[in-house]
């Protein structure tokens, strides 16, 4: 079992940044795929960024490639997504989610464990 808590989203203004953090516990975290996806009201959930194992490969939707990071920590057992440049558009809840198997990296059906959420809420 993972459980996974998302924090630091908050309000922010067009053009800014923000960086979100996941904290993992349970089994061990150095076992898991991280990903990071997204939810506005009335959208579906949609692929943000995902990070391998060890962090030696990521993965991007074409939305955030160029603004957004993800990283981890795994003697801290923590995914991270730093974003920059902010639009409107990225308004939405950010979740962060555990996969076994790293290989539909964009597919969140992939993903076995989900966090709650965090908001991220982009004015103009």
């Known amino acids: 079992q993972v459980q996974l808590v998302e924090s630091g989203g908050e309000l922010v203004q067009a053009g800014g940044s923000l960086r979100l953090s996941c904290a993992a516990s349970g089994r061990a975290f150095s076992n898991y795929n991280m990903g990071w996806f997204r939810q506005a009201p009335g959208k579906e959930r949609d692929f943000v960024a995902a990070?391998?194992?060890?962090?030696?490969?990521?993965y991007y939707a074409d939305s955030v490639k160029g603004r957004f990071t993800i990283s981890r920590d795994n003697a801290q057992n923590t995914v991270n997504l730093q974003m920059y440049s902010l639009k409107p558009e990225d308004t939405a809840v950010y979740y962060c989610a555990a996969a076994a198997y790293g290989r539909a990296w964009r597919d969140r059906r992939s993903y076995d464990y989900w966090g709650r959420g965090t908001q991220v809420t982009v004015s103009s």
């Open positions: 990070i391998s194992l060890s962090g030696g490969n990521t």
